[in-house]
């Protein structure tokens, strides 16, 4: 069953915690990316990876960090430093690198912080 | 600045009624204009895709048509079912050059249908 998972699908934690989302693709897609969804607003890019051991920012990357050490794997870790970390989290692949490449989105984990 | 604007915000019909959802931008140039379909607490899933030398694209009950001078999109849906609520999202992909830029992202429109 080809796709995109995210993990968990609900999550919380305390305030000060660094927390890890995970985001898995089977699609042997190229390119990750990660944005973030509050309620009455668009889609937001954190960050994305258009190849392995490479990723660029963002428009709101502050207080996030990623890695991408496999094809297939891009986990984003929301930090302490993140001053409103309570969103809805989507993970993205598309099978180009590119930003404008069709991308196909994964269930998204939602956070919440308290 | 590039922008995405939809309007309503939200809508509320009966089942088997139509809808247009519409979408406005001030990207350009644009590569392509997209609509996604989001299930509550859901990913988006792409619904058309559409260049800007393309005026209408369909899938299914779903029928999107783009207005390149007038920086207009709408998305018709025909004979709605229940399963058609959600929220539906415009994206466009700006053109830089040859190369595309981020997506950018309208707020989308939730619609409701009622039995």
């Known amino acids: 069953d080809g796709g995109i998972t995210q993990s968990p699908k609900y999550l919380f934690r305390k305030e000060g915690q660094n927390v890890t989302l995970s985001c898995e693709q089977n699609?042997?897609?190229?390119?990750m990316y990660w944005y973030r969804q509050d309620p009455g607003q668009g889609l937001r890019l954190i960050y994305y990876?258009?190849?392995?051991?490479?990723?660029q920012k963002g428009d709101i990357a502050e207080g996030y960090s990623v890695s991408r050490e496999k094809k297939e794997s891009f986990p984003l870790t929301v930090t302490s430093a993140q001053k409103n970390p309570t969103a809805f989290y989507l993970c993205?692949?598309?099978?180009?690198?590119?930003?404008?490449?069709?991308?196909?989105f994964g269930p998204g984990t939602r956070l919440t912080v308290t | 600045k590039n922008q995405v604007e939809q309007s309503p915000q939200s809508l509320i019909i009966l089942e088997g009624k139509n809808c247009t959802l519409q979408c406005n931008y001030t990207v350009s140039p644009f590569s392509n204009l997209r609509w996604y379909k989001q299930d509550t607490g859901r990913g988006p899933v792409s619904l058309t895709i559409?260049?800007?030398?393309?005026n209408t694209k369909s899938n299914g009950r779903y029928t999107a048509t783009l207005d390149a001078d007038t920086k207009q999109s709408s998305l018709h849906i025909t004979a709605s079912q229940l399963s058609d609520s959600a929220s539906y999202i415009c994206?466009?992909?700006?053109?830089?050059?040859?190369?595309?830029?981020?997506?950018?992202f309208g707020k989308g429109t939730k619609l409701s249908v009622k039995p």
């Open positions: 699609l042997n897609h190229d390119a």
């Open positions: 994206v466009v992909i700006p053109n830089y050059g040859g190369s595309q830029g981020n997506l950018i």
């Open positions: 559409m260049t800007f030398s393309e």
């Open positions: 993205a692949s598309s099978n180009y690198p590119g930003l404008g490449y069709e991308q196909y």
């Open positions: 990876s258009q190849i392995v051991n490479d990723f």
